[in-house]
């Protein structure tokens, strides 16, 4: 079983976990067209565990925008994982602009993508911080940039702590609604 595809419950198995494998080089994949495809993808979360996918193959072009609908537990979730590479397929492989990640190098590929995960979290630190995710050199023009592109600058601007406000579990509360753009932020 590879070791992406335990469930991980508690710090212990995150502590546990052996870092991920990652030998390509580092290279800018700015010049790919960003499609994303999935050739004869199978994959459960252990062995005598169900599949979830069985040989699944989609090809998402470059500019599509694209919805995955199904019941809950289907699969959806876990479909985004393996297309985003925080999951290894059991069999097939993920192509990212025709070309296969594993020879891409998962580090070169993420700095391609951006998301926002059904469970994402704020964490405790200032807006600024949890947009820059944390960043030890944050760009304040473009954390702000991206607040605006996700419509929560002004929200910002208008607490009086600004971009300084605590968020998690130290400080104020944010809507649902802006806690989701903040996240669209962070991702952008
Ligand atoms: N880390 C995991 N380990 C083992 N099984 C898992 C894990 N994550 C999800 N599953 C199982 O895989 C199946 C698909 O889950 P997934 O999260 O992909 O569903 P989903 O379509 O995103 O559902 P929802 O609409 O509720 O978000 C479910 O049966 C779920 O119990
Ligand atoms: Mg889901």
């Known amino acids: 079983m590879p070791p992406s595809a335990t469930r991980l419950n508690s710090a212990a198995d995150i502590a546990l976990e052996p870092p991920e494998r990652d030998e390509q080089p580092d290279s800018n994949l700015a010049h790919l067209l960003p499609s994303i495809e999935l050739r004869n993808v ?33 699969g959806k979730s876990t479909l985004l994982k393996i297309a985003l590479g925080l999951l290894k397929p059991c069999e097939g492989e993920v ?5 296969p990640v594993r020879q891409l190098g ?14 994402d979290t ?12 944390f960043d030890v050199q944050p760009d304040q023009a473009r954390l702000e940039s991206c607040a605006k592109l996700a419509q929560l600058h002004d929200d910002i601007v208008r ?4 971009y300084q406000t605590l968020v998690g579990d130290l400080g104020s509360g944010l809507s649902g609604g802006q806690k989701q753009r903040l ?4 991702a952008l």
Request: no cysteine.
């Open 183 to 186: 996240l669209l932020a962070r």
């Open 159 to 162: 607490m009086p702590m600004g």
């Open 122 to 133: 704020l964490l405790t630190g200032s807006l600024a911080e949890n947009i820059a995710f």
């Open 42 to 74: 199978s994959f459960r979360y252990a062995e005598g565990e169900p599949w979830i996918l069985r040989n699944a193959n989609f090809l998402i072009e470059a500019g599509e925008s694209v919805a995955v609908t199904g019941p809950s537990g289907a």
């Open 106 to 119: 998962l580090a070169n590929f993420r700095r391609q993508i951006g998301t926002v995960m059904q469970e």
């Open 95 to 99: 192509l990212f602009g025709a070309m």
